[in-house]
């Protein structure tokens, strides 16, 4: 299944639905007469001049896709601003790369569910960390859910800023790419230049003059994910459940999910976590052989490590056996010196014509 068809699977044009973040490239686009509400950050003026005026041809070309955005998001509540449009509610929500902006998933994932119909369809299009500028960033976790949650934030703290910039890598220069790519993987940003954002936007935010700044704060892998919904599932933060996830055609996965309850036995529930975790450290290692010039450099060292090794217990040979001669050699110079001193003694001497008539006899 290609992505779109993934994405808009089981729903239809006759449904009302909303698509955030379509910018060029609309999943359910009006122009094909889906009933579609659509939800940018900025108007649609706006997204023509950032296309219009973008580095890459393509999205220069596909300009023209871009439709008018019914609901400038600039952090009010999606389900307030949704519902006000129509009371009903909606059938669908289709998000390409927006859900691993939020700063608070758990408060997302509750507004969607207030504007949510009956039969809803939450459509995901997630960058996979593995293939992206997130590679070298922590995996995130229930835990950090929760924590953001608590907060109630409605920014980015400070630290999410600093892993922005600190880890933020590249492959060959850029900042996707496919599974099994591999080249040269390069870290763009100083850990000073991180640690200067960190500075400057802990103190706007601690003074209340830092504007929204949008960064990726929440990075996964497909297992990663999914044990996230399943765990803020179980534990009642969240009413969806993932009805299918599968690797997309480029540097993302695709996710469909339904509201509901996983009703898993603890047994099964364990069970279930502990695959995926095990999934997870899979994708991971996958992921780690994609650098040959790393793992080159990586060999080289393995190598010369088993050499210094391998010379290490030569020279421990060699020294033993050093020992062992220079230990002959006394023993030698004292068997030399007895000899010696029994040739120069008296006895010797008067018992030498003995010895040489025993010796004709022979």
Same mark, same amino acid.
């Given at each position: 299944? $290609?992505?779109?068809? &993934?994405? *808009?699977?089981?729903?239809?044009r006759e449904n009302f639905g909303i698509e955030i973040g379509a910018f060029h490239n609309p999943i359910a686009p009006k122009a094909h007469g889906w009933k579609t509400t659509v939800v940018d950050f *900025? $108007?649609?003026?706006? =997204? =023509?001049?950032?296309?219009?005026?973008? *580095?890459?041809?393509?999205?220069?070309d596909m300009a023209s896709n871009i439709e008018v955005v019914d609901i400038v998001w600039r952090g009010q509540p999606l389900d307030e601003a949704c519902l006000a449009i129509r009371q009903e509610g909606f059938r669908y929500l289709i998000a390409s790369h927006v859900i691993e902006h939020v700063p608070d998933i758990i408060g997302f994932l509750g507004q969607i569910s207030r504007l949510a119909d009956d039969n809803f369809i939450l459509s995901l299009a997630v960058p996979d960390c593995r293939q992206t500028f997130d590679? &070298?960033?922590?995996?995130?976790?229930?835990? $950090?859910? =929760?924590?953001?949650?608590?907060?109630?934030?409605?920014?980015?703290?400070?630290?999410t800023m600093f892993v922005a910039y600190a880890y933020a890598s590249w492959l060959d220069g850029v900042g996707a790419w496919q599974l099994g790519a591999t080249g040269a993987l390069t870290l763009p940003d100083s850990l000073d230049h991180a640690h200067s954002i960190y500075l400057s936007y802990l103190e706007k935010l601690e003074n209340g003059t830092q504007p929204y700044k949008d960064s990726h704060c929440w990075h996964w892998t497909p297992s990663s994910f999914q044990l996230m919904m399943l765990e803020l599932n179980h534990l009642g933060y969240i009413d969806f459940v993932i009805d299918e996830c599968e690797q997309g055609p480029s540097s993302e996965f695709l996710v469909r999910l339904k509201r509901g309850k996983y009703r898993l036995e603890s047994e099964e529930l364990h069970n279930r976590r502990l695959q995926l975790l095990m999934q *997870?450290?899979?994708?991971?290692? %996958?992921?780690?052989?994609? +650098?040959?010039? =790393?793992h080159q450099e990586a060999d080289v060292d393995l190598q010369s490590k088993e050499l210094r090794s391998e010379n290490?217990?030569?020279? +421990?040979?060699? $020294? %033993?056996?050093e020992a062992m001669l220079a230990e002959e050699r006394v023993n030698l110079a004292i068997a030399q010196q007895r000899i010696l001193d029994l040739e120069n003694s008296t006895s010797w001497r008067i018992t030498k014509p003995l010895r040489a008539t025993k010796s004709l006899l022979r």
């Amino acid at each position: 299944m $290609d992505r779109a068809a &993934f994405l *808009t699977s089981g729903i239809s044009r006759e449904n009302f639905g909303i698509e955030i973040g379509a910018f060029h490239n609309p999943i359910a686009p009006k122009a094909h007469g889906w009933k579609t509400t659509v939800v940018d950050f *900025t $108007d649609q003026a706006g =997204l =023509l001049n950032v296309a219009r005026n973008h *580095t890459s041809q393509i999205m220069r070309d596909m300009a023209s896709n871009i439709e008018v955005v019914d609901i400038v998001w600039r952090g009010q509540p999606l389900d307030e601003a949704c519902l006000a449009i129509r009371q009903e509610g909606f059938r669908y929500l289709i998000a390409s790369h927006v859900i691993e902006h939020v700063p608070d998933i758990i408060g997302f994932l509750g507004q969607i569910s207030r504007l949510a119909d009956d039969n809803f369809i939450l459509s995901l299009a997630v960058p996979d960390c593995r293939q992206t500028f997130d590679y &070298f960033k922590p995996l995130s976790s229930t835990a $950090d859910a =929760l924590l953001a949650h608590r907060h109630k934030r409605i920014m980015h703290c400070p630290e999410t800023m600093f892993v922005a910039y600190a880890y933020a890598s590249w492959l060959d220069g850029v900042g996707a790419w496919q599974l099994g790519a591999t080249g040269a993987l390069t870290l763009p940003d100083s850990l000073d230049h991180a640690h200067s954002i960190y500075l400057s936007y802990l103190e706007k935010l601690e003074n209340g003059t830092q504007p929204y700044k949008d960064s990726h704060c929440w990075h996964w892998t497909p297992s990663s994910f999914q044990l996230m919904m399943l765990e803020l599932n179980h534990l009642g933060y969240i009413d969806f459940v993932i009805d299918e996830c599968e690797q997309g055609p480029s540097s993302e996965f695709l996710v469909r999910l339904k509201r509901g309850k996983y009703r898993l036995e603890s047994e099964e529930l364990h069970n279930r976590r502990l695959q995926l975790l095990m999934q *997870t450290k899979c994708e991971l290692a %996958e992921a780690s052989a994609m +650098s040959p010039i =790393l793992h080159q450099e990586a060999d080289v060292d393995l190598q010369s490590k088993e050499l210094r090794s391998e010379n290490a217990l030569l020279q +421990s040979k060699i $020294d %033993e056996q050093e020992a062992m001669l220079a230990e002959e050699r006394v023993n030698l110079a004292i068997a030399q010196q007895r000899i010696l001193d029994l040739e120069n003694s008296t006895s010797w001497r008067i018992t030498k014509p003995l010895r040489a008539t025993k010796s004709l006899l022979r």
